[in-house]
Nanobody, 123 residues
Framework: QVQLVESGGGSVQTGGSLRLSCAAS????????MGWFRQVPGKERELVAA????????DYGKFVKGRFTISRDNYKNSVYLQMNNLEPEDTAVYYC????????????????WGQGTQVTVSS
């Protein structure tokens, strides 16, 4: 059974930082794209950041504006999101995701999802 387990969420003040981690189990994702998405109540889930299998390619939501960095460790079957200079608008549930197909990146569908971790940024 494939599981993606997020950790590292919490509450910070404006300008603070958080590092989200996602550990995968049940299969290896070393040749698959992985990403972070976020969702607030009443809005659609949106891409925060994605990274291809060998970390050569990354993609970020326009709102990131250089504040976040996605990385991965294929030996640990994990993906990370370093978030700096957080703003109240970043408050959301953050989800880790992974693709089932190998090597595809742009336009890939994400087939596996974590349960999410809450990030709250106060002003």
């Amino acid at each position: 059974q494939v599981q993606l387990v997020e950790s590292g969420g919490g509450s910070v003040q404006t300008g603070g930082s958080l590092r989200l981690s996602c550990a995968a189990s049940g299969r290896t994702f070393s040749d698959s794209a992985m990403g972070w998405f976020r969702q607030v109540p009443g809005k659609e889930r949106e891409l925060v950041a994605a990274i291809n299998y060998n970390a050569v390619n990354t993609d970020y939501g326009k709102f990131v504006k250089g504040r976040f960095t996605i990385s991965r460790d294929n030996y640990k079957n994990s993906v990370y999101l370093q978030m700096n200079n957080l703003e109240p608008e970043d408050t959301a549930v953050y989800y880790c995701a992974a693709a089932a197909v190998s090597f595809r990146f742009f336009g890939v569908n994400y087939d596996y999802w974590g349960q999410g971790t809450q990030v709250t940024v106060s002003s």
